[in-house]
């Protein structure tokens, strides 16, 4: 167990340093970073401080290194709009999007999953067939024309919601529904062919064919094993819990990181995205690792075949 | 294919699967409709897709002179959707290429190497499917500026990871297989071995996955444009145009149900195309 745990973090801090050497390479490619990142109008001997901070008159590689000592140290540089530490904008606006992420992560598992179960169990039946083209619909709908549908419903013709902003709690159904409902739609297609998937094993024939109860077949045998490949999936999701609203959060103007992300790329304010990259990047490496600790619980297999990899 | 196959394949045809579901039918019907569109839109558009009416502005659909009604400009609608047709086509059709033919290269230049090679692109893959591509995209838009080869040459970056696990998989598991082994007795160098002797044999489980990643470059191409960060104007992509018909959702909805229904039915069609291939050719992939 000891070599499994130490493989994933290794590879986990491996994710890390190349999202950290895209940044840099990409931060190179561009231009000079020291006006890349303090703007054209930055005076000359800011600049100069900048290049001797930054070390930009270095050798390259030594130019790697400190960026990543900067960043360990969470020198994130600063926002080219209003000049504050742009790990700080980012961090202001994490509560508001995390106020819409986490709901709809609830209402997608608690939607999602359950439906594709019931829809594998009953295949062909009217429900599976209506689950099935739901969440069909679900993955061509993009979510900005479904926002824009359900505004158009709600708030222009009904007139119950309010389209957007951040002032009451009744402003952030509609965002909540919107990505409630994509992300459901996905996660019950895939939780119903992982279902399908393990339905139709070898085991599942035995344990009916030795007289277990059907129930007793799909809780105890079918369900732990079709967990295993939706946990991965749930685990993308808890990593874009972050940033995983930019569409939605630009139509609705709510203040988050999605939309943070979105001005910053439109005016160009680097050290904002790249923060955000970052931070990212920290939360989806964070969850796949824990996924894959879930696995090692979940799946004994391969815990054992971690070991020997 | 050999001829047992094929035999198999004939009789089933004649017994049980019909030709071609309805489905299916209507499906290839609307996106071959829209591939002459996307090749003639500038011919068969009844006005010039920046070309103003400002007159007739915001003119509601079904009129003779605007079919699909005008935008805040007066330009004709149906023109601009046929025009963004074909740059979203285009975008879509040129990542698809890119990433199906570095991802295949990739997942070959893995099989075949083993060791290094092979650890390099699986802890690629292993990094691009970690990252949600959307972020990854504005992060590159955002330090490169946009341009149209660049936004082709980005979403051609998107779902490579997929052919090169896929391609590295079977490539590896062909390798083992007598047909492999027998041409490389042969003499044949690895290059006639992977294109002309593997690729064939793997082709439809490559052919599968474009119909996946295909519609996932559409959504995400009009994602981008839809936040004004992809195709820029005064060219025009479907993302685009609902992005600004949002601007005019309470008085003039159409503007923007006209090019959502046309991304909403193309990436139908071409899943519907997809499950259905994916059952002909690749019994596997269910």
């Known amino acids: 167990m000891g070599r499994y745990v130490a493989i994933r973090i290794g590879r986990a801090a491996l994710t890390i340093v190349l999202v950290v050497t895209f940044a840099f390479v990409v931060l190179r490619l561009s231009g000079d970073p020291a006006l890349m990142i303090l703007g054209p109008e930055a005076p000359p001997e800011v600049i100069a401080a900048f290049r001797k901070a930054w070390g930009l008159d270095d050798p390259i590689w030594l130019q790697y290194l400190d960026y990543f000592r900067a960043i360990a140290q969470g020198e994130l540089g600063r926002s080219m709009r209003d000049g504050r530490p742009a790990i700080q904008l980012v961090l202001e606006r994490i509560p508001a999007t995390l106020a819409l992420t986490l709901p709809a992560f609830f209402f997608k598992v608690a939607l999602g999953v359950p439906a594709g179960i019931y829809a594998a169990l009953h295949r062909g039946s009217g429900i599976d067939r209506a689950v099935m083209m739901t969440a069909v619909a679900g993955f061509t709908v993009p979510s900005f024309v479904l926002a824009l549908l359900l505004v158009l419903v709600f708030a222009v013709q009904l007139g119950w919601l309010p389209s957007g902003g951040q002032d009451s709690w009744r402003h952030a159904i509609l965002p909540i529904v919107t990505l409630s409902l994509g992300g459901a739609a996905v996660l019950a297609r895939f939780t119903r062919s992982a279902m399908l998937e393990v339905l139709g094993q070898p085991y599942i024939r035995t344990a009916s064919a030795k007289g277990v109860p059907w129930r007793k077949v799909v809780t105890s045998h079918a369900l732990p094993n079709a967990a295993i490949p939706t946990v991965t999936i749930l685990g993308f999701m808890v990593g874009t819990l972050i940033a995983g609203a930019v569409v939605v959060e630009s139509v609705f103007a709510w203040p988050g990181v999605g939309r943070l992300l979105v001005v910053a790329v439109a005016n160009r304010d680097l050290a904002v995205v790249q923060c955000i990259l970052l931070l990212v990047a920290m939360t989806m490496v964070t969850s796949n690792l824990i996924v894959d600790f879930l696995y090692g619980f979940l799946d004994p297999r391969l815990r054992a075949k971690g070991a020997h990899a | ?286």
Do not use: C
């Open chain 2, 1 to 286: 294919m050999t001829d047992a196959t094929l035999k198999d394949t004939a009789i089933r045809r004649r017994f049980s699967l019909p030709a071609i579901p309805v489905s299916v039918a209507l499906a290839i019907t609307w996106i071959v409709a829209m591939l002459v569109i996307a090749a003639f839109a500038e011919k068969i558009a009844p006005y010039g897709f920046t070309q103003l009416d400002l007159r007739n502005r915001l003119a509601a659909p079904g009129n003779v002179a605007h079919w699909l009604g005008t935008d805040e400009l007066g330009r004709d609608v149906l023109s601009r959707l046929l025009v963004s047709i074909r740059i979203s086509l285009l975008i879509a059709f040129g990542a698809t290429a890119i990433s199906a033919v570095v991802g295949t290269t990739l997942g070959f230049l893995a099989a075949h190497f083993r060791g290094a090679v092979e650890q390099l692109v699986l802890m690629l893959t292993d990094f691009q499917a970690s990252m949600p591509f959307l972020i990854m995209a504005l992060a590159v838009l955002a330090f490169f500026g946009n341009s149209l080869p660049l936004l082709i040459g980005l979403m051609g970056l998107f779902g490579w990871e997929r052919y090169a696990r896929i391609a590295r998989g079977l490539a590896i598991s062909a390798n083992a297989q007598g047909y492999a082994a027998a041409v490389r007795q042969l003499g044949a160098t690895p290059s006639r071995i992977y294109l002309r002797h593997i690729l064939p044999n793997i082709a439809s489980t490559l052919i599968v996955s474009t119909t996946l990643v295909f519609p996932e470059v559409i959504l995400m191409e009009s994602g981008l444009s839809f936040l004004g960060l992809g195709v820029q104007p005064p060219m025009t992509s479907l993302g685009n145009m609902v992005g600004y018909g949002r601007e005019y959702l309470t008085r003039t909805p159409w503007i923007m149900l006209a090019p959502a229904t046309t991304i909403v039915v193309t990436t139908l069609a071409v899943s519907v195309i997809g499950d259905w291939l994916r059952d002909r050719l690749d019994p596997t992939l269910q």
